[in-house]
T-cell receptor
Framework: AQSVTQPDIHITVSEGASLELRCNYSYGATPYLFWYVQSPGQGLQLLLKYFSGDTLVQGIKGFEAEFKRSQSSFNLRKPSVHWSDAAEYFCAVGATEGGKLIFGQGTELSVKP | GAGVSQSPSNKVTEKGKDVELRCDPISGHTALYWYRQSLGQGLEFLIYFQGNSAPDKSGLPSDRFSAERTGGSVSTLTIQRTQQEDSAVYLC????????????FGPGTRLTVL
């Protein structure tokens, strides 16, 4: 069965520091992979997605992610974090059947001044 | 353009009552999804509509949950005889099609069952 694991429940980084959020997936074929962000009281906003081609994908707000098939990973990165990046981040895989998304448990990001 | 809208934004109900949650997808989007977000279970898929095809109901947790989509647009999620464990945020999303198409999420309806 398809699944997504985000090993880090909560991460704290200093403003201006680099960030990497981990995501591992279990899937039988080439997956569709997504990163969404959810700010408090808000819906989910797509940061970036991968479905084919270049394994390094660029997203909004300066985020990027790299698809590594050999490691079944799709880690999210940002070179310099801003206080406004504090939010919860969800990695998701698009299921084979239909278009439903299977989400990881989420990583809450806190940013220290 | 307008995004996905959901109503009500908050709903408080008593155990045993029925509730209806509404979703208005982005115009022209053929696919519509319902998800549930709760502290214990994270984000779970509930049901998926694609055009005129039969909906994928594989994520509905019990037969107290049902959903319909009228005219290929607005969708209503109904929970009958609500239980306290139904308390969660119910999120609706729509997309142009399926697969790699981006799902755009609404702000959600927070349901509290007393």
């Amino acid at each position: 069965a398809q699944s997504v694991t985000q090993p880090d429940i909560h991460i704290t980084v200093s403003e201006g520091a680099s960030l990497e959020l981990r995501c591992n997936y279990s899937y039988g074929a080439t997956p569709y992979l997504f990163w969404y962000v959810q700010s408090p009281g808000q819906g989910l906003q797509l940061l970036l997605k991968y479905f084919s081609g270049d394994t390094l994908v660029q997203g909004i707000k300066g985020f990027e992610a790299e698809f590594k098939r050999s490691q079944s990973s799709f880690n999210l990165r940002k070179p310099s974090v801003h206080w406004s990046d504090a939010a919860e981040y969800f990695c998701a895989v698009g299921a084979t059947e239909g278009g439903k998304l299977i989400f990881g448990q989420g990583t809450e990001l806190s940013v220290k001044p | 353009g307008a995004g996905v809208s959901q109503s009500p934004s908050n709903k408080v109900t008593e155990k045993g009552k029925d509730v209806e949650l509404r979703c208005d997808p982005i115009s022209g989007h053929t696919a519509l999804y319902w998800y549930r977000q709760s502290l214990g279970q994270g984000l779970e898929f509930l049901i998926y509509f694609q055009g005129n095809s039969a909906p994928d109901k594989s994520g509905l947790p019990s037969d107290r949950f049902s959903a319909e989509r009228t005219g290929g647009s607005v969708s209503t999620l109904t929970i009958q005889r609500t239980q306290q464990e139904d308390s969660a945020v119910y999120l609706c999303a729509s997309s142009l099609g399926q697969g790699s198409d981006t799902q755009y999420f609404g702000p959600g309806t927070r349901l509290t069952v007393l």
